[in-house]
């Protein structure tokens, strides 16, 4: 199957410091990709790198065929994003950020697309709010409705649900599956196994910037395994 | 107290240092006390071109106006000082979630900057000139006496705009109203007395006669707005949920002719919705020009009116220029990460939000002009403040990239920033004192600009972006 996202020997050094070391890694068209790792084990620096925000420091990295350290800025015309901390800029209301964002991405029919995330999402009274003024979970809402408005064949996000309510996660949840069921790609960075295990079709499992596992999510639960108990047994020896 | 004092020095010295490493802001002050040392052996030849009581004025007014260009703590309670490095999280704003009195951190904030600023700018003047000294067989008194003088100008001009500022914070028809009755009082005493107000700035008196009753007048001065600021001081808490109409599309549309309109329309919202366009313009831009044009006056005996109007157009340039300060404050690259952007198309934007504010400097100046009674060399003078803004703004871009207001104290950029504007403004001052119409000549500076801004642009794209 088509590789989406391809890395190899990809690393990333900050001074002494390696955060991300030598990964080899294959994300297939059509996946719900889940790079898994405990606090501080590379998984956002890979998805920086991944989105061009950060330069490698070795080996190199494709996505949709391009490579990221020479036109980041065609990767990120291509893909979606979220970032770990979501950051709209402060002084915009909620619908003048997706404005700004539909101006940059010039994307077709904006407000029909706009209007049909904030009933999916249920946070339309909100778009004359200002971004500052947002609570954590409705400024992710935005930070979703950013990524996918465009709809992009691949989309990269930092901790997807983290700062929704279990009512919201489920919904989340459906729409990632039915967004990759389409032939479209989904690269989540996760700490949350139960999510991962639920939804991802293959994982990847990065520890102090090296990676400790790949594989299919029927490899991983071969033999009643259970994706915490692989997690625990690699990350702990 | 002490305990979060100086968690917030080391706060700040990590906010520079992680940008370009402690060594580079270390020698920050060293390179001001070198420059202030070698500035000692030229004395001598200065003064056989200007008085030393007109430097002495200039070098006052110059530490008046840094003190006027930091002090507007009072916009902190509009959070600005949360904004200014994105996401970080600061001390400062601990009062949310630790049991700290809101205004008892933000009163060790400021005495935080305060220390900064001294140990960066003010002390290392003092330290030069008396080091200094020794070899130039100049009496101790002097360096000592210089070293207090600018710190009270320093402090003055900071505790002036922080009073105002917070006045601001509070009401800003409260500060149109001081502001009229402050500029009545100044133009009173002007016009009875024929004397420029400048004369009565206390530290200014205290260098020329020392006293015990002046210092401590000087201090009253300092000291009483700044009290007055903080108890007027009020916390940004957080209010309820506010609507606001959608400008975004309109000003796109009002801006298509220009580069990367979003960008430019996001600046000009930022700007507007921060209080920023009228606290930037009163405390950074307007109150720091008109007391130096004061201070300026006071040389009209070394100076002809004209050569000190032209002079003033070249502050002016370089004040105008801090106006690219004001539009990266609200955010980093690490916002516009997400999209298909390069950072010159970040920098670009800033270009044209930038020059949407020109329009500041150039109302400005040409009123001065008229006031001055020398409208006929309104040319000149606009096209020189405008070169002076472009050319210095250019020179910022390629130093400091989308970050002025932090790599600015990375020492190399420093030199370098003082050695480009420095050059050029002899170059200009030169040639405007053999004809005030050789200041049409500052167009010129554009090409330099033109160049440096690509140079910058080029520059910063290959660079990371950065954490804050």
């Known amino acids: ?237 | 107290m002490a305990g979060l004092f100086f968690n917030m020095l080391k706060e700040e010295w990590r906010i520079h240092s992680t940008m370009f490493g402690s060594l580079n802001f270390a020698l920050f002050p060293v390179m001001i006390c070198a420059i202030a040392f070698m500035g000692t052996f030229l004395l001598p030849l200065i003064q056989t071109t200007m008085p030393v009581g007109d430097l002495v004025i200039l070098i006052h007014a110059q530490y008046l106006m840094l003190g006027f260009m930091v002090g507007a703590f009072g916009l902190l309670g509009h959070e600005v000082m949360n904004r200014r490095f994105g996401q970080a999280s600061l001390l400062a704003f601990s009062a949310r979630i630790l049991p700290l009195n809101p205004r008892h951190i933000f009163t060790i904030f400021v005495l935080k900057d305060t220390v900064y600023y001294f140990f960066l700018w003010i002390f290392p003047v003092g330290a030069g000139f008396l080091v200094g000294s020794l070899f130039t067989g100049i009496p101790v008194f002097y360096p000592l006496n210089i070293l207090l003088t600018l710190s009270l100008s320093f402090l003055t001009g900071m505790s002036v705009v922080f009073f105002l500022s917070s006045l601001y914070g509070r009401s800003g028809k409260a500060l149109f109203v001081f502001l009229i009755f402050a500029g009545l009082v100044f133009l009173g005493w002007f016009t009875f007395t024929g004397t420029n107000p400048a004369t009565l700035f206390p530290p200014l008196i205290l260098f020329y006669q020392f006293s015990w009753d002046i210092l401590l007048e000087s201090c009253m001065v300092v000291l009483v707005p700044c009290c007055i600021a903080l108890l007027l001081f009020s916390p940004d808490i957080q209010p309820g949920t506010k609507n606001y109409p959608n400008r975004m599309k309109p000003l796109i549309h009002h801006l298509n002719r220009l580069p990367n309109p979003p960008l430019a329309a996001k600046d000009m919202i930022d700007l507007w919705r921060s209080g920023s366009i009228v606290g930037q313009t009163i405390f950074s831009f307007l109150v720091p020009l008109i007391i130096i044009w004061f201070f300026l006056s006071l040389l009209d005996e070394y100076v002809s009116p004209i050569h000190l109007l032209l002079t003033f157009a070249m502050i002016t340039g370089i004040i105008a220029s801090t106006m690219y300060t004001w539009l990266c404050m609200f955010d980093s690259f690490s916002v516009y990460a997400l999209l298909p952007l390069h950072v010159r198309d970040v920098i670009t934007s800033k270009i044209t939000s930038f020059t949407l504010l020109q329009v500041i400097p150039i109302f400005f100046i040409a009123m001065i002009t008229f006031l001055s009674g020398q409208g006929e060399f309104l040319l000149p003078v606009l096209v020189l403040t405008l070169s002076v803004s472009y050319y210095v703004l250019a020179v910022s871009i390629w130093l400091t990239g989308l970050s002025p207001s932090v790599l600015v104290y990375n020492v190399r950029v420093m030199v370098q920033y003082f050695l480009f504007i420095g050059f050029a403004l002899s170059i200009f001052g030169s040639l405007t004192s053999m004809n005030p119409w050789f200041g049409l000549v500052g167009v010129m500076l554009l090409v330099p600009a033109y160049w440096l801004v690509r140079l910058g642009m080029r520059k910063w794209d290959r660079e990371e972006v950065v954490g804050y």
């Open chain 1, 1 to 237: 199957m088509e590789s989406i996202i391809e890395t190899k020997s990809l690393t990333k050094k900050y001074g002494d410091l390696t955060a991300v070391n030598a990964v080899t890694l294959n994300v297939r068209k059509g996946s719900l990709f889940g790079l898994l790792g405990p606090n501080g084990s590379g998984k956002t620096t890979m998805i920086k790198m991944l989105t061009g925000q950060i330069l490698p420091s070795s080996g190199n990295a494709h996505v949709l065929g391009l490579d990221v350290a020479i036109d980041p800025v065609g990767v990120r015309t291509l893909v979606g994003i979220i970032p770990e901390q979501e950051s709209p800029p402060s002084f915009l209301t909620v619908m003048e950020y997706l404005e700004f964002v539909g101006d940059i991405r010039k994307i077709p029919d904006l407000e029909q697309k706009v209007d049909w995330w904030f009933d999916f999402l249920e946070y339309g009274d909100k778009r004359n709010v200002l971004c500052k003024d947002l609570s954590r979970g409705t400024r992710q809402k935005l930070m979703l409705t950013q990524a996918f408005i465009h709809n992009p064949e691949l989309a990269l996000i930092d901790e997807p649900l983290i700062n929704f309510d279990p009512i919201m996660q489920d919904k989340v949840k459906a729409f990632f599956v039915s967004y990759t069921k389409q032939g479209n790609t989904l690269f989540i960075s996760t700490h949350l196994l139960e999510t991962a295990e639920e939804i991802c079709s293959e994982v990847a499992i990065l520890h102090v910037g090296n990676l400790l596992y790949t594989g299919t999510m029927e490899s991983v639960k071969a033999g009643n395994r259970h994706l915490s108990d692989l997690f625990l047994s690699l990350v702990r020896t």
